[in-house]
């Protein structure tokens, strides 16, 4: 593992297997209460978000005062890149300021990459464009394993704008390095060419799911419709949309949030027995604790 | 219902034989000789028994225009033409984009048609060419097909993602091909005659250029592509370049663009003017090539009836459309097999077999099958009087032009929707004592 946390794509199954034992091991802390832990004490962690986001920023902050570190949060709003500023010309300035770590969000693909290649600093990925969300993919495949006890050999289904997900792509990339199976279904409008993907393409969601452990529900973008992508909010719900009747097994249920109810998801399902949704949210806290705490002893910090 | 059909000549897709057809509840449930079987019984020596003429494209203007044709009279006018089957196309008023409007096309054909209607929803909302229509509702609703005719889809980012959406249930999309960037306003064929006349002209390449643009995506996409009326010389070539290379496209032509040529515009005869515009001789010869050599695998009417007095006005405005249902069959026999032009196997298959194929369906005379059933009387002569058309659209270009083999009997699901001329004069009201 160099400094960053980029994408899981550059992690090996040894690593992954690292950093979900020691989120469980945080997630049992949190369970039990203990917030004030001093991995971090004396490091400064720099929250910077360029696109929109209350759950993961929220997540980092939380994850990074639980264990004693300094945290800043820099928004894109009222922020110097307002006035023209480059996005490498910021991050030096916020390294400038010692800061160890710096946790980025950013609405192109590849832009967190480039800010990582070119700071000290330790960067962890929090999603850039379409192309990953590493610490998303972590949080759903712990929520996966605490639920199943096994990731290896099971089937998970992804169903949704697979085209547009960063969070597709990173959980296809950690669950099949671990052995998972991985289908991705929804509007063939919606899903990518998969050509040199390790995963399956199924447009028909009930041979999707047929014989899932799991069922990954992303969320639905209303402007994907004018964009002509599907026809209405009825038929999508119609052919992929997630209901009770969907999960009639164990199949455990997944959300990234936030969550459309009644486009992607209805509140039977999202309420119901099989879902882990708000699980994956206190999760992604003690992955997200994982994750800095890992790369502090790493030396990135 | 029984019906025992004798001694007539069977021809369908299987070959043409000779013999006996005993229909009951619905269905053919015995084709032999010499059949002896309780119920009616009609001689039909000399008479031709084919499986159902199927039209794949025709305006019944309902809901919505019930002035210019309803599915009550458009059915009618089908049966009267041999057809057991048609599709009926989106543009009506509302347009059927949504499951309920197909549901509600089906409902009123079940109680009011004469034949069985097949509903084509529209491929984008409103047929406006911007959002994709509720494709797998209406599919699950009974649409057959997706259509925007009158209309094609413009936006090529649009028409790949529709295509692409609707091969996930390998729909089958169906093209009004016409570019309009190269096509606008249009009345008749450009050329010298259009020159001549002071009429603006539509391109030919219009629909060249639309017919490669959507078999270029189709090929991409996987998408079941069908072209509808194609006109001009270099659309025909382009699908057989298309069929060559193993693209899933198909295509039809209409009876007026196989006979007819611009010629007939000559005059400001708005009874010609139609969509897309009556072509030359040239084309109406490589039209007939692609029917002959399989590259057109059907012919439709695109039946488009018209009031009157829309028809009674200048050439540019008049709207465009042919009210073709009741003498497709009839006319084509008449000027492509009578001529020797084509052979009557030909004309059979693409306005039996052939559209069925595109839909995805087949039909023989044998035992089993659904009693859908045309009568041709190989010697009754006629001539085109729009006047007496059970369709409400009188508007034809070919008034007083020789019908031959006339449809004679046309039987829906076992039931009699058409005998001797006449539509609904089933055995109910009256015994089949003779046919033709």
Known sequence: MVKDLLTLEALSAAELWELLKRGNYYRQRLDKGEKAGKELRGKTVANMFFEPSTRTRMSFELAAQYQGAHIINFTH???????????????????????????????????????????????????DGKHAHPTQGL???????????????????????????????????????????????????????????????????DRAIDGA????????????????????????????GVDENRLTRDILLLHPGPMNRGIEINGGAADGPNSAIFDQVTNGVAIRMAVLSLLNERGGH | MELLLKNANLIDASGERYGDIWIRDGKIAEVGKNLIRPGQSVN?????????????????????????????????????????????????????DTPLLVELVKLKAKAQGWVEVLPIGAITKGLEGKEIAELGLMHQAGAVGFSDDGNWVQNAHIAHNAMKYAAQWDLLLISHPEDSSLNADGVMNAGSLADRMGLKGADPVAEVVAVERDIILAESTGCRLHLTHLSTAGSVAAVRRAKARGVRVTADVTPHHLLLTEALCDSYNTMAKVNPPLRRQQDCHALLEGLLDGTIDAIATDHAPHKDEEKQTTFDAAPAGISGLEIAWPLLYAHLVETGRIPLATLVDKMTSGPRRVLGRELILAPGERADITVIDPMAL???????????????????WKLAGLPVMTIVQGEIAMLNGKVGAGPAEQPVAQVG
């Open chain 1, 213 to 240: 452990d799991c069922v990954n529900v992303l969320r639905i973008q209303k402007e994907r419709q004018e964009q002509g992508l599907f026809p209405s909010q009825k038929e999508y719900f119609k052919f992929w």
């Open chain 2, 382 to 400: 006629a001539v085109v009087n729009p006047a007496e058309f059970v369709s409400m659209g009188h508007n034809t270009p070919v008034a007083g």
């Open chain 1, 139 to 205: 949080l759903d495949i712990l929520t996966i394993w605490r639920h199943k006890g096994r990731v290896e050999g099971l089937k998970v289904v992804i169903v949704g704008d697979v085209l547009h997900s960063r969070v597709a792509r990173s959980n296809i990339q950690g669950l099949t390095k671990l052995g998972a199976q991985v289908v991705v279904t929804g509007p063939a409008t919606m899903l990518p060419d998969a050509a040199d993907w390790p995963v399956e393409v199924e447009t028909d969601f």
């Open chain 2, 44 to 96: 039909l020596a000399g008479k031709i028994v084919l499986p159902g003429l199927v039209d794949l494209h025709a305006h019944l203007r309902e809901p919505g225009q019930e002035g210019k044709e309803t599915i009550a009279t458009g059915t009618a006018a089908a049966a009267q033409g041999g057809f057991t089957t048609i599709c009926t196309m989106a543009n009506t008023s509302p347009v059927i």
């Open chain 1, 77 to 127: 709003q009222g922020s110097s890149l307002v006035k023209g500023e480059s996005l490498l010309d910021t991050a030096w300035n916020i390294e400038a300021m010692a800061v160890d770590c710096m946790v980025i969000r950013h609405g192109t693909s590849g832009a967190v990459k480039q800010v990582a290649d070119n700071v000290q600093a330790a960067v962890v990925n929090a999603g």
